[in-house]
T-cell receptor
């Protein structure tokens, strides 16, 4: 079983739509949680950290459910520029601060 | 931009050769991690360096090795290259104790 599991998609949605991604993780020792965004042939870039209380950054909302080991990302009023691969990431501190990535979910916003 | 730089941007090697990839971390970041990202997959942790010592390693064979220098820059060395080593190699830096990591643009390695 993969440590972090995501639906790889692809998700194709019209501009202005709301889209939600989900992710599950298997290691209960995971301490920090993130969503990264990766554009085609580019490096991953930190989109937002995810906190147990839930957090919002503009059109983006992230939620964490530790009991279910489940992380979500909601994008409201999607823009063409939101087209990218979204990577669910957990931090497992085993000596090193090791980031474990999901496979990524590919999102395409259509005009 | 994260301030993390990597060189070269692209590299083509043949099976059995050796390769060295380089990374300069963001100013003030003393921890460097290396990741391998195969096509269509998420990045996989190779190892991490802190204060010139390896302090964690993923599931990669010993032919993957690294160094960190006093200025916190780092190298990833891969010996006896195999076709499956073709991937994007990402370097990420972070301040001591931070759980967030900031990635460089990567080196795309092709092994023929």
């Amino acid at each position: 079983r993969k440590e972090v599991e995501q639906d790889p998609g692809p998700f194709n949605v019209p501009e202005g739509a709301t889209v939600a991604f989900n992710c599950t993780y298997s290691n209960s020792a995971s301490q920090s949680f993130f969503w990264y965004r990766q554009d085609c042939r580019k490096e991953p870039k930190l989109l937002m950290s995810v906190y147990s209380s839930g957090n919002e950054d503009g059109r983006f909302t992230a939620q964490l459910n530790r009991a279910s080991q489940y992380i979500s990302l909601l994008i409201r009023d999607s823009k063409l520029s939101d087209s990218a691969t979204y990577l669910c990431v957990v931090n497992i501190p085993r000596g090193a601060q090791k980031l474990v990535f999901g496979q990524g979910t590919r999102l395409t916003i259509n005009p | 931009e994260t301030g993390v730089t990597q060189s070269p941007t692209h590299l083509i090697k043949t099976r059995g050769q050796q390769v060295t990839l380089r990374c300069s971390s963001q100013s003030g970041h003393n921890t460097v991690s290396w990741y391998q990202q195969a096509l269509g997959q998420g990045p996989q942790f190779i190892f991490q360096y802190y204060r010139e010592e390896e302090n964690g390693r993923g599931n990669f064979p010993p032919r993957f090795s690294g160094l960190q220098f006093p200025n916190y820059s780092s190298e990833l060395n891969v010996n006896a290259l195999e076709l499956d080593d073709s991937a994007l190699y990402l370097c990420a830096s972070s301040p001591s104790g931070s759980r967030e990591q900031f990635f460089g643009p990567g080196t795309r390695l092709t092994v023929l």
